[in-house]
């Protein structure tokens, strides 16, 4: 099946710091979606972006689907960005298959 | 639209019990996913339901797990017979399009 891989597995930022995750797929996909998941457990829809690229605030991201990666760009980093991201494929029937995740550690 | 809701939020159980998750889907939303999360590892497909039809299993989801969803809105998760390892996080997702929306989880201790 396809293989997600995402990196780095850790990152510890100072607050204000901007960061570059990266998530690699092995084969082309139907979707690609970003999550954040809080200290709770709840996965946050970032964003739906199997091409091209999308801004939300100090988010944004970018799909290069012919080079199978995608990145997620943080700026200005608050303490409220920690927690874990997770890239997530969809390559047929529906079911996304997940990275390993990016633990994100902002420190005041 | 309160996205999609899990309950329980937590569940101890005794090995040998049987267990089962609820999940109610943001309303409209067709199709409906689980997945079951480990101790630092992203979530893995458990099984997917386009209204009331289950339409993938994973490997994962051995004999004693059973899903369903008989209306086509909401959907249990049945585990007989609990071990040890089935100690997770247990995720549902719905979407209408190409967006999956997760639930909150409920997480699962077996001692």
């Known amino acids: 099946g396809i293989q997600v891989e995402q990196s780095p597995p850790d990152l510890i930022l100072q607050e204000g710091a901007n960061s570059t995750l990266r998530c690699n797929f092995s084969?082309?996909?139907?979707?690609l979606q970003w999550f954040h998941q809080n200290p709770w457990g709840q996965l946050i829809n970032l964003f739906y972006?199997?091409?091209g690229t999308k801004q939300n605030g100090r988010l944004s991201a970018t799909t290069v689907a012919t080079e199978r990666y995608s990145l997620l760009y943080i700026s200005s980093s608050q303490t409220t960005d920690s927690g874990v991201y997770f890239c997530?494929?969809?390559?047929?029937?529906?079911?996304?298959?997940f990275g390993q995740g990016t633990r994100l550690t902002i420190n005041p | 639209d309160t996205g999609v809701s899990q309950d329980p939020r937590h569940k101890i159980t005794k090995r040998g019990q049987n267990v089962t998750f609820r999940c109610d889907p943001i309303?409209?939303?067709?199709?409906l996913y689980w997945y079951r999360q480990t101790l630092g590892q992203g979530p893995e497909f458990l099984t997917y339901?386009?209204?009331?039809?289950?339409?993938?299993k994973s490997r994962l989801l051995s004999d004693r797990f059973s899903a369903e969803r008989p209306k086509g809105s909401f959907s249990t998760l049945e585990i007989q017979r609990t071990e040890q390892g089935d100690s997770a996080m247990y995720l549902c997702?719905?979407?209408?399009?190409?967006?999956?929306?997760f639930g909150a989880g409920t997480r699962l201790s077996v001692l």
């Open positions: 997702a719905s979407s209408s399009s190409n967006i999956q929306y």
């Open positions: 339901f386009q209204n009331e039809a289950q339409l993938e």
């Open positions: 997530a494929v969809e390559q047929r029937a529906q079911k996304l298959v």
């Open positions: 309303s409209e939303h067709n199709r």
């Open positions: 972006i199997p091409s």
């Open positions: 084969d082309s996909v139907n979707n």
